[in-house]
């Protein structure tokens, strides 16, 4: 399993970000949760948004909530962070990561709770400047 996160970039506050996470190793098509985190400097890693194919649910972080969309393109084995209305606290480096298994109605506090995740990107960094 292998994924591989692009798309981070330096930017202005307001300004927008499309993340991207190629996956190879295992197809889009099975079970599985797959989340985007981030870690700020000095802080704990947190979720920022998952989806989980068993019920089809997308979560986000209170934090991103009407700024962030998280999508997936099958024919790519691509999953995507669409960030809008970048702001200087969302700097941090940002990773993707899978959870294997069907999951269904496991709650937004599971769904983006770092620890159960099993294999991660090597992450992205984003910087958002005033």
């Known amino acids: 399993v292998q994924l591989v996160e692009s798309g981070g970039a330096s930017v202005q506050a307001g300004e927008s970000l499309r993340l991207s996470c190629r996956a190879s190793?295992?197809?889009?098509?099975?079970?599985?949760?797959i989340g985007w985190f981030r870690q700020a400097p000095g802080k704990e890693r947190e979720g920022v948004s998952s989806f989980t194919t068993g019920d089809g649910r997308k979560y986000y972080a209170d934090s991103v909530k009407g700024r962030a969309t998280i999508s997936i393109d099958d024919a790519e084995n691509t999953v995507f962070l669409q960030m809008n209305n970048l702001k200087p606290e969302d700097t941090a480096m940002y990773y993707c990561a899978v959870l294997f298994g069907t999951h269904i109605a496991i709650g937004k506090r599971t769904a983006l709770d770092a620890g159960q995740y099993n294999y991660w990107g090597q992450g992205t960094q984003v910087t958002v400047s005033r």
């Open positions: 190793g295992f197809s889009l098509d099975d079970n599985y949760a």
